[in-house]
């Protein structure tokens, strides 16, 4: 068998070092300069040692390893050639850098005599991704097949460190770092850069399987990363204090508004939107005097993005501001006066339930009155009088065929997913309805809100429900998006050959364009023709023949029945759900 070229044994080597790290899924992206990349990947797969997903575009590739990542918090590989190939990853880079989701990007480059002579696909590297990479390294090109480094006691190359380095940086663990976030690896290959694997490629494979196949491997604590860096705060239950859990904020929010008996301010993809101090219907009552206007303290979890009340109650300079920002992060604080802490204890006292009873029961109210839906009367369905029976009849079979509106697609929507499932909302006009009318469910949920951009839902969610769905487990991963996030990211209707696609039900809301623009200023002040032009963006794409030209499944769901029916029919393959709905 030949012997393995530079490029080759590198990359195996490489891979390989991270596999032994941790690493379970990368997503490639085709190209010349990364063939080395593309062929051991191929190969650690066939071992059972990695899931490759392969994807045409580097965007939805970019979003896909960002998904796999949110899911499981174990740090995807994103493998791409030079030139533009890396410029399209930059909004996923973004969005896993403000989200503190890790990530590793190896983008191939040209050796150092091909750079600044305009050489072809080639550009600057190095440092693309600015501060958004926790770490970026610009690694060069490996020298003869019997070694690595490029001259005598060079170790820039050696794979074991520039492996350990990155992981370390990704997930959060050096001294320093913002908590997990993305890393780029910039790899320079020279010619030949690939050939066929020998003897020591193979041997390779079999160290990295015996290390994972040892009882003694040593884990990486992916998750948490380095929580040190910040201090846990005592707060004392005495003030008048709201919890407020923003996107991604997790269980700790409830805990902590449970252990004080605060009200709990909680939104839809906080993953805190539970519990008995829930207070779902927020909005109005942060404008409320009698409520909101007594607050004197507000600890914050994850990052608030859905209202325009949490920001201006926090710039209050009579509220005392608690952030908790475990890792060193940007902390989110509007008002420049945040105390922030890696985490918060309660202390011992009594509870003022007159407190969180006001909150608690006015958020009911408000939803209850934000409710148009009504049951049809049950006792005169059993009743003798034949046109009583007759009228339940009637408003009962009204009730399934109505038409949809917003508030009735979020609400069947969240009412068919289960702790099993998976939720993802798209940066549309469906997660401010969600995070307004919906009530408490303990329920795994995702969006990008790091940037809350409309990029990269779709492959973001094929991401989650790939990760969520990995080791057998049951349950569907359901996306709900507007036309035009949607349309955004048609590219990831377009699966991998010959690749296991997940349960995915894409829900998209239909009306025509960007209808978000009706609820900001500008809607009183541009005219109509502007905003339907540049603001609206209207389309009239055909849903239906764009899912089925990429060999999804489609429904159209015009009726409560049918939206219901639809969402919990059993997912063979991914499916489009088109719901129409009026501007």
């Not at 976030?181 to 030949?192: D, K, S, W």
């Not at 994972?212 to 846990?232: H, I, Q």
């Not at 949809?404 to 289960?418: C, F, G, H, I, Y």
């Amino acid at each position: 068998m030949s012997e393995s070229s530079p490029s080759t044994r590198f990359a195996v080597r490489l891979l390989g070092e991270f596999v032994r790290l941790g690493l379970r899924d990368l997503v490639l992206c085709p190209g010349s300069r990364s063939q080395a990349l593309a062929l051991a990947a191929d190969e650690y797969e066939r071992a059972g040692l990695l899931h490759l997903h392969v994807r045409l575009d580097e965007r939805v590739a970019g979003f896909l390893a960002l998904g796999l990542a949110a899911e499981s918090g174990v740090p995807a590989a994103v493998v791409v050639t030079s030139g533009t190939a890396v410029a399209n990853l930059h909004p996923a880079v973004l969005e896993a850098h403000h989200s503190g989701v890790p990530m590793l990007l190896l983008t191939a480059d040209r050796p150092t005599e091909l750079r600044g002579i305009r050489s072809n696909q080639t550009t600057h590297q190095p440092g693309i991704f600015g501060r958004a990479a926790r770490y970026t390294t610009d690694v060069p090109a490996p020298g003869p097949a019997s070694g690595f480094r490029t001259q005598p006691g060079d170790e820039s190359l050696d794979p074991s460190s520039i492996a350990s380095e990155s992981w370390a940086h990704a997930v959060g663990t050096t001294k320093g770092v913002a908590g997990p976030g993305p890393v780029h690896l910039n790899l320079a290959f020279r010619e030949p850069l690939s050939s066929i694997s020998d003897a020591d490629d193979e041997l390779e494979l079999e160290r990295v399987r015996a290390h994972l196949d040892a009882p003694s491997t040593p884990s990486v604590d992916v998750t948490l990363g380095d929580r040190r860096r910040r201090s846990t705060l005592l707060v004392e239950r005495g003030p008048r204090t709201v919890v407020i859990a923003g996107n991604a904020a997790g269980p700790a929010a409830e805990d902590v508004a449970h252990a004080g008996g605060w009200p709990l301010i909680a939104e839809v993809t906080s993953g805190s939107r539970f519990g008995r101090n829930l207070v779902a219907g927020y909005r109005p009552l942060l404008d409320d005097p009698e409520l909101g206007g007594r607050i004197e303290r507000a600890i914050v979890f994850g990052h608030p993005t859905l209202s325009r009340q949490v920001p201006a109650l926090l710039k209050r300079a009579d509220v005392e501001t608690i952030v908790v920002a475990p890792h060193g992060a940007e902390a989110y604080d509007p008002g420049r006066n945040a105390r922030v802490v890696g985490q918060v204890s309660v202390t011992s006292g009594p509870v003022d339930r007159a407190w969180l009873g006001a909150w608690v029961v006015a958020s009911r109210a408000v939803l209850a009155a934000q409710d148009d839906d009504v049951a049809p009367d049950l006792e005169a369905g059993h009743s003798h009088d034949p046109a009583q029976r007759l009228a339940f009849a009637q408003a009962e079979f009204a009730a399934i065929r109505r038409p949809l509106d917003r508030r009735l697609l979020v609400e069947a929507v969240w009412r068919a997913t289960w702790p099993h499932d998976r939720l993802v909302f798209g940066a549309s006009r469906l997660i401010r309805e969600a995070d307004q009318v919906l009530g408490g469910k303990k329920v795994r949920v995702h969006a990008n809100r790091g940037l809350a951009g409309i990029d990269g839902t779709t492959a973001t969610a094929t991401g989650i429900a790939l990760a969520s769905q990995a080791d057998g487990s049951p349950g569907v991963t359901r996306v709900l998006v507007g036309d035009l996030t949607f349309l955004h990211d048609i590219g990831a209707l377009l699966p991998g050959y010959d690749e296991r696609m997940p349960r995915l039900q894409v829900i998209v809301g239909n009306d025509g364009g960007g209808t978000i623009f009706d609820g900001l200023e500008v809607a009183a002040s541009a005219a109509p023709e502007a905003m339907q032009r540049v603001l609206y963006t209207p389309q009239r794409v055909d849903i239906q023949k764009l899912a089925e030209g990429f060999g999804w499944g489609y429904v159209r769901a015009k009726t409560r029945a049918e939206l219901d029916q639809a969402l919990t029919a059993p997912v063979e393959r991914p499916v489009v759900i088109e719901v129409p709905l009026d501007r």
